[in-house]
């Protein structure tokens, strides 16, 4: 099982994507549990600031970081040393503290399996302009960035880590094999699917679907999402380890534009 602690400023943005699908059947089985922090209720002070105008001028709110410290130690049970968390973390026997911005590393497929390895996680979420640098310092092991460009938030981007995560932990998904396939799994993309019936408005499928010869289908996906992967993620192919007649085909493919 994995636990997600989530620090937020609006917990209530987490209710209907947690609530249905996967993530819900994930819950119910005991897989994940996910638990919502209102960061707002460990600021300091009668009306609870979380934010605040930055030191130098300039336009936009910071996130304080007062309240995001007071959340991660009550949560944890700790004091976070002047050094930094990083300290305690690698010790070992702490969960990971990822912050949500579009400055982290980009999560990708090898991120998510990762992550799923661990018994719990950390997710801050930043809003306004920013978060104050502190929090990036010395309590963030790592930061994380669903693409490049900038939400409103890091609630959105909460969600996707969480679900990413959650559908690669053991016993989620029905079919253990079913996540081997994936687009970016294999780091390719994954090859076309049908589904009956045969042939719907005069479009038909693939004759080998209906072959029965598995070893042709399985060569016939390879080559399919290879030759999507060229269309349309050629920068994909530069990392992987391509098999002889993998580059064999492709190269009839580049032959034949």
């Given at each position: 099982m994995?636990?997600?602690?989530?620090?937020?400023?609006?917990?209530?943005?987490?209710?209907?994507?947690?609530?249905a699908?996967?993530?819900?059947?994930?819950?119910?089985?005991?897989?994940?549990?996910?638990?919502?922090h209102?960061?707002?209720d460990?600021?300091?002070?009668?009306h609870?600031?979380t934010?605040?105008t930055?030191?130098g001028?300039?336009?936009?709110?910071?996130?304080?970081?007062?309240?995001?410290?007071?959340?991660?130690?009550?949560?944890?049970?700790?004091?976070?040393?002047?050094?930094?968390?990083?300290?305690?973390?690698a010790?070992?026997?702490?969960?990971?503290?990822i912050l949500?911005?579009p400055?982290?590393r980009?999560?990708?497929?090898?991120?998510?399996?990762?992550?799923?390895?661990?018994?719990?996680?950390?997710?801050i979420?930043?809003?306004?302009?920013?978060?104050?640098?502190?929090?990036?310092?010395?309590?963030?092991?790592?930061?994380?960035?669903?693409?490049?460009?900038?939400?409103?938030?890091?609630?959105?981007?909460?969600?996707?880590?969480?679900?990413?995560?959650?559908?690669?932990?053991?016993?989620?998904?029905?079919?253990?094999?079913?996540?081997a396939?994936?687009?970016?799994?294999a780091?390719?993309?994954?090859?076309?699917h049908?589904?009956?019936?045969a042939?719907?408005?005069?479009?038909g499928?693939?004759?080998?679907?209906?072959?029965?010869h598995?070893?042709?289908?399985?060569?016939?996906?390879?080559?399919?999402?290879?030759?999507?992967t060229?269309?349309?993620?050629?920068?994909?192919?530069?990392?992987?380890?391509?098999?002889q007649?993998?580059?064999d085909f492709?190269?009839?493919?580049?032959?034949?534009?």
């Open positions: 994995i636990r997600f602690d989530i620090l937020t400023l609006f917990p209530e943005m987490f209710d209907g994507p947690f609530e699908s996967i993530i819900k059947r994930a819950q119910e089985g005991g897989f994940v549990e996910i638990a919502l209102n960061i707002r460990y600021a300091p002070g009668k609870r600031v934010d605040d930055p030191y001028g300039g336009g936009g709110m910071i996130m304080k970081p007062e309240p995001i410290f007071n959340a991660v130690e009550a949560i944890l049970g700790l004091t976070v040393p002047d050094e930094g968390y990083a300290t305690l973390y010790q070992g026997g702490y969960p990971p503290i949500l911005t400055q982290g980009l999560l990708k497929q090898p991120v998510a399996r990762s992550l799923a390895t661990v018994d719990r996680l950390l997710l979420c930043g809003r306004y302009e920013g978060i104050d640098e502190r929090v990036r310092h010395y309590l963030a092991t790592d930061e994380l960035s669903i693409g490049d460009y900038v939400l409103s938030g890091g609630e959105l981007a909460a969600m996707i880590v969480v679900d990413a995560v959650t559908r690669l932990v053991p016993g989620v998904l029905g079919d253990a094999a079913a996540t396939k994936d687009s970016h799994s780091g390719l993309l994954e090859h076309p049908y589904t009956r019936p042939e719907y408005r005069g479009h499928i693939p004759d080998i679907l209906l072959s029965g598995h070893a042709r289908l399985e060569v016939w996906r390879r080559q399919q999402s290879l030759l999507r060229l269309k349309r993620r050629p920068d994909l192919l530069a990392s992987l380890e391509l098999s007649s993998d580059r492709l190269a009839q493919q580049e032959e034949g534009d």
